[in-house]
């Protein structure tokens, strides 16, 4: 074991020569090349805390702000397909009820048809009795008429026949009891 730690000496004690020699060699300064890399630490810092920290959060920021922008955009996606399933429900319900209505018109539109179908021919059978009541009233009206003239004509000709005047008050008389004659065959 010493040996190889002799050997590692021996060869940092040879590293360190040609470092020296390199150092030498080129001029370079190691204290000045401690502060400039300090200096680099310190700038790597700065620029980390004030150009490369705000960036990170930046896109963290954007990043989560795509997230919740796909995240509702999902969610719309699915009241979307919600509201156009309760759209469709709604339509559905509404055809049924326009076929509700629709339905109950056309029945009450048969039963106002009936009633008014059925008013309408009790006014004709109204007018129908009126007309035969009319014309009874007129029949009969005919009759007493007919029999009055007839009463007169036999009056006239009974009078032609016995040749003689008679006054009207014995006209009237002879043509009342004709009159109840005739009345009494029908």
């Not at 200096?39 to 795509?66: D, H, S, T």
Request: charged letters at 30%; a negative charge.
């Amino acid at each position: 074991m010493l040996d190889n730690f002799s050997i590692f000496a021996s060869a940092a004690a040879e590293q360190s020569g040609m470092v020296s020699d390199l150092v030498n060699t080129f001029g370079i300064n190691l204290k000045m090349m401690l502060v400039q890399a300090i200096n680099f630490g310190l700038l790597m810092v700065v620029i980390y805390k004030f150009a490369v920290k705000p960036v990170n959060e930046k896109a963290e920021e954007r990043r989560q702000q795509i997230a919740d922008g796909l995240k509702y955009a999902e969610e719309m996606k699915q009241k979307l397909t919600e509201a156009e399933k309760q759209q469709a429900e709604v339509l559905r319900e509404a055809s049924l009820q326009a076929q509700e209505l629709l339905q109950d018109a056309r029945i009450q539109a048969k039963e106002l048809l009936e009633r008014e179908t059925q008013a309408a021919t009790a006014k004709v059978e109204t007018m129908f009795e009126k007309g035969r009541e009319a014309t009874e009233m007129e029949r009969q009206k005919i009759l007493a008429e007919t029999r009055s003239e007839i009463a007169r004509l036999v009056v006239m000709t009974s009078a032609k026949v016995l040749q003689s005047e008679l006054s009207d008050a014995q006209k009237d008389a002879f043509a009342k009891a004709a009159g109840k004659e005739l009345s009494s065959v029908n």
